[in-house]
């Protein structure tokens, strides 16, 4: 029904010239009284990864290394899908969807799917195993040119389910995500779960109950204050690109196609804001470019923010009205520097509760930040339910 074809990535040379055409002629802004970022991003912070992405980064190479993998696109339902796919090297394999969100792309979740698919080659159990599916979500990365309307987690969810069952042919099968990966991986335990084997959120989110409908602070434990005071010292930082993402993606994209480097310092600006760290010594300054470049070249960041347009329309329709909302096994990693926080009684009540565990380093990237904890934590969860 369904027919998946080989992708090799392949960026022509006439984009990549384009693109340094345009960097080496930035207009820049003025950027007065600014070095605490008080007025977002510093201009000197902005100015030394653009001469990065000039002058030091080699695309080339870095799409080198993504075609060592194996990906795909496939159309599903007139929607265009690309996927990265790492067979598991281990004698039963579990079936594993693994979901980004924005500002990430699959490529962030390479070293986590790597890990999981070969134990061995970190010095795990084989029989740990996991065959992997790193989808880019519609309208990002490979998955272009979205030009249908109405994608939200619904859909996609539905979506995930028909490449996992009907493209790929797996029965039953995990689930991650985080970002909106986890608002996916959530609904796919909510709407779908006699298909899932488990989910596992690396941001603690569940169907429906966020903003209006988010728990109260008395919800919250005594230990779990903080994450209150995290979620208040976030706000600010998460209200700008949520407000015209959702109320003018569209007049905001006409900007970011035209100036990668408009592009990239929203881009940037996030992973450094939301992250544990230092951005560029967390992720390093060539994955922010590459990050950049698979928005830039892709012409990806229009459709990507749809995404909260589609999404934030209106309270968000339950697929049932059963307690728990998720009725698949499931699972939290909650990160100290995470943006969005549920309490553990909630979890409990809501949810089909196996695993929670709180760590007290990591940001809202954890698969690219702290690869080594998601991949110990799935393989935790995902070994007491097969």
């Known amino acids: 029904m369904y027919q998946p074809e080989p992708l090799t990535i392949d960026i022509p040379q006439a984009d990549i010239d384009d693109l340094h055409r345009r960097l080496d002629n930035v207009r820049w802004p003025a950027d007065p009284g600014n070095p605490e970022a008080r007025y977002g991003a510093p201009r000197e912070y902005v100015e030394g990864l653009v001469n990065h992405w000039r002058h030091d980064y080699d695309w080339r190479a870095t799409e080198a290394a993504m075609n060592t993998g194996d990906h795909y696109r496939v159309e599903i339902d007139g929607v265009p899908i690309h996927y990265l796919r790492v067979a598991g090297k281990g004698p039963n394999p579990i079936p594993i969807i693994l979901t980004h969100g924005w500002p990430w792309t699959f490529w962030d979740l390479r070293k986590v799917a790597a890990q999981l698919a070969d134990p061995a080659s970190t010095g795990g159990d084989p029989a740990q195993s996991f065959d992997v599916i790193v989808p880019s979500l519609p309208g990002y990365g490979f998955s272009v040119p979205l030009r249908s309307t109405g994608i939200d987690i619904t859909r996609i969810a539905e979506l995930w389910v028909k490449l996992m069952r009907d493209v790929l042919g797996y029965d039953r099968f995990g689930a991650q995500g985080g970002d909106w990966g986890a608002f996916v991986t959530g609904q796919l335990g909510h709407a779908h779960a006699e298909h899932l084997i488990g989910v596992f959120l690396t941001m603690p989110v569940i169907p429906r109950l966020f903003g209006r409908y ?59 804001l939301w992250c544990d760290g230092d951005a560029l010594e967390v992720f ?69 509760l196996h695993r929670w565990t709180v760590f007290p380093h990591g940001g809202h990237f954890a698969p690219a930040e702290r690869p080594d904890d998601v991949v110990s934590e799935l393989r935790a969860f995902f070994s007491e339910l097969v």
């Open 214 to 272: 988010a728990p109260t602070a008395d919800q919250f434990a005594p230990d779990e204050q903080w994450m209150l005071d995290r979620a208040r010292q976030m706000k600010p930082k998460v209200e700008s690109h949520v407000a015209v993402h959702r109320r003018d993606p569209q007049t905001f994209a006409y900007a970011m196609a035209d100036s990668p480097v408009g592009m990239a310092s929203w881009l940037w600006w996030r992973r450094q």
């Open 284 to 352: 390093g300054a060539d994955d922010l470019c590459t990050l950049a470049s698979l928005y830039w070249f892709n012409s990806s960041f229009a459709s990507s923010i749809r995404l909260y347009a589609e999404q934030f329309r209106g309270p968000q329709a339950l697929a049932h009205d059963r307690t728990p909302i998720i009725e698949a096994p499931t699972g939290f990693a909650v990160f100290a520097k995470e943006l969005m926080f549920l309490p553990r009684s909630v979890a409990e009540t809501q949810t089909n």
